[in-house]
């Protein structure tokens, strides 16, 4: 007799994960003690990498996030280069405006694209009014389940969302501005609308990064990467409510299903004029980019919250030894407790990898040197 036999794949469960080796990252989120400052970029995964380019060569930018194999690999490239102490799964912030039903296509050269932005409150009416996060975002669950896996336990995993006021801005803009005129118009003409499509994202975003954490995510960052272009009085309104929000109900909605809390890190670019207020939004970690003094941010902080950033990414067109003397004093004025090191913005496609390995050695033995000082 034949017997024919079916083989599946069958992708791994979001359980069983590997013991983690280095939680240096954990620790200094929390404020524990580190036996060096850990240290990760954003855009880690990007362009300067050759890899990446060609692992992305002829392929759809949102094809390659809908592709958990791919976001794996490309999550994990950096890693085999430099010894970053957390990884961040490879994605996009403006997956949520897809799941609620916007088409969003990334144009080479330009960047993201809305073909049908929102332009006045009736097109809120386009918008799912109720998103399934798992039917829609499913694939990044299953990317941070796989990626979990194939860390090996090697560093924790970070996932990740753009903030409501952010993702606000690119659905009316039709993608990336200058001054944001289109969606600061909603918020000076139609507040109430802008507060609706504000709570619709909160709700959605609250549901997503609640299932990247049940698929293995072990921190969590928020991206507010439009506060600039606020005063401080629309970002209280428009912006610090939400986020404040998210991280609170991130953290009932943990507790209620049993599951750990995992430290959340809430980066708000240009919003120096909002550290008082970030650092008392249940977020554990304030990302800072280079705009602010490390020992000013110290200060307005009062020691409530860890703080992440915040070198310059320009500074890695500087000389090796330069990169070295930058990174010193940045470790110097933040301290070694409750600090992780990162760029005050993501990694430009034009950096040479080389600069972003002396980066890395830098920030490891200059805290080390500080760490043995004391």
């Known amino acids: 007799t034949e017997t024919n036999y079916i083989y599946c794949y069958c992708p791994p469960l979001p359980k069983d994960f590997p013991e983690l080796k280095n939680d240096t990252?954990?620790?200094?989120?929390?404020?524990?003690?580190?036996?060096?400052?850990?240290?990760?970029?954003?855009?880690?995964?990007?362009?300067?990498?050759?890899?990446?380019?060609?692992?992305?060569?002829?392929?759809?930018?949102?094809?390659?996030?809908?592709?958990?194999?791919?976001?794996?690999?490309?999550?994990?490239?950096?890693?085999?280069?430099?010894?970053?102490?957390?990884?961040?799964?490879?994605?996009?912030?403006?997956?949520?405006?897809?799941?609620?039903?916007?088409?969003?296509?990334?144009?080479?050269?330009?960047?993201?694209?809305?073909?049908?932005?929102?332009?006045?409150?009736?097109?809120?009416?386009?918008?799912?009014?109720?998103?399934?996060?798992?039917?829609?975002l499913g694939y990044v669950f299953k990317a941070i389940t796989l990626t979990r896996h194939k860390l090996e336990g090697k560093v924790p995993l970070i996932g990740f969302t753009g903030a409501p006021w952010t993702l606000m801005s690119y659905m009316i803009e039709g993608g990336g501005s200058t001054t944001h005129s289109k969606a600061k118009r909603w918020l000076y003409r139609h507040p109430e609308a802008s507060h609706k499509l504000l709570r619709q994202l909160t709700d959605v975003i609250v549901e997503y990064l609640l299932g990247q954490v049940k698929a293995g995510a072990q921190a969590l960052q928020v991206f507010e990467s439009h506060t600039g272009c606020l005063g401080p009085a629309e970002f209280k309104e428009f912006s610090l409510p939400y986020l404040r929000d998210i991280a609170r109900r991130v953290k009932d909605k943990l507790k209620d299903s049993g599951l750990d809390n995992v430290p959340?890190?809430?980066?708000?670019?240009?919003?120096?004029?909002?550290?008082?207020?970030?650092?008392?939004?249940?977020?554990?970690v304030v990302g800072l980019d280079w705009t602010v003094d490390p020992r000013s941010a110290r200060e307005r902080t009062g020691g409530r919250v860890s703080l992440q950033g915040n070198m310059d990414p320009c500074a890695l067109?500087?000389?090796?030894?330069?990169?070295?003397?930058?990174?010193?004093?940045?470790?110097?004025?933040?301290g070694t407790r409750g600090y992780i090191a990162n760029l005050g913005h993501g990694v430009y496609p034009d950096m040479d990898p080389e600069s972003v390995g002396a980066f890395v050695e830098a920030v490891h033995t200059h805290s080390r040197q500080l760490l043995n000082r004391n």
């Open 25 to 136: 990252f954990l620790r200094a989120a929390r404020g524990e003690e580190v036996e060096h400052v850990p240290v990760w970029c954003m855009r880690q995964a990007g362009r300067y990498l050759p890899e990446f380019r060609e692992s992305r060569a002829g392929k759809d930018f949102f094809e390659t996030c809908r592709s958990p194999e791919a976001c794996c690999e490309l999550t994990l490239q950096p890693l085999r280069r430099f010894p970053f102490d957390a990884s961040i799964i490879f994605s996009d912030i403006l997956v949520v405006p897809q799941a609620l039903g916007m088409d969003v296509q990334m144009s080479p050269g330009k960047g993201p694209v809305f073909p049908e932005p929102l332009k006045e409150p009736d097109d809120l009416q386009r918008l799912r009014p109720k998103v399934d996060v798992d039917a829609e």
């Open 264 to 284: 959340m890190i809430v980066f708000a670019k240009d919003g120096h004029y909002g550290l008082e207020e970030l650092s008392q939004s249940h977020y554990e």
């Open 317 to 334: 067109y500087a000389t090796k030894e330069r990169i070295s003397e930058i990174v010193k004093t940045m470790v110097e004025g933040f």
